[in-house]
């Protein structure tokens, strides 16, 4: 199943046009482009996991003031993560990717936790943000509310609601993504 959304930022100060692949294998493409009052940006990205819903595979372009830079992250089978071939062992044993720039990377362990109504978990995440363009981890709470209703909370403190449709793909993200398309 292959579905296409496009998501504006609430504040207006940006977009994101997204596929997301939910087959054997998932796989998410997406281009994000924001303009605030100093910094304009372009983030194209790619992620690929899979049959198990792990992510393997992260191939992100930052342009902001026409300056490009990359980050090519891979994991192998014993969950091993390099950036760019370099290894990154505080990532190790980590299944998931949040790519800081778009609310698309929820959609991974949504779907690979399969939780119930009430039920919780917690996860680490290998975190990439923005401007910082850099990777590490984040400990992050999924708790599913309702069908179709998550709450996300971080150690970093933040918390927000997620409402998704039935595959799990965001659709609304509290305060700062909202979907204004699917095709």
Not at 69 to 81: A, M, N, P, S, V
Not at 115 to 139: C, H, I, M, N, Y
Request: glycine share 8%; proline share 3%; hydrophobic share 30%.
């Amino acid at each position: 199943m292959e579905t296409t959304i496009i998501w504006k930022r609430v504040d207006g100060t940006g977009m994101e046009y997204c596929m997301h692949s939910l087959g054997k294998r998932t796989s998410i493409r997406g281009r994000v482009i924001r303009a605030e009052k100093n910094e304009s940006s372009f983030v194209e990205y790619s992620v690929i996991c899979d049959e198990s819903g792990n992510t393997v595979e992260v191939d992100i372009d930052y342009n902001r003031q026409h300056e490009v830079q990359t980050i090519r992250l891979r994991k192998d089978e014993e969950h091993r993560w390099t950036c760019d071939g370099i290894p990154l062992p505080e990532l190790d044993g980590l299944l998931d990717i949040d790519i800081g720039a778009t609310p698309s990377t929820n959609v991974l362990p949504i779907r690979r936790l399969g939780l119930k109504v009430g039920d919780s978990a917690e996860v680490t995440a290998a975190w990439v943000r923005f401007p910082e363009f850099d990777v590490r981890p984040l400990q992050q709470i999924y708790t599913r509310l309702q069908d179709g209703e998550y709450e996300y909370r971080s150690s970093s403190g933040y918390s927000a609601l997620l409402k998704t449709d039935a595959e799990g793909i965001i659709h609304e993200y509290e305060g700062e993504w909202t979907e204004s398309g699917k095709l």
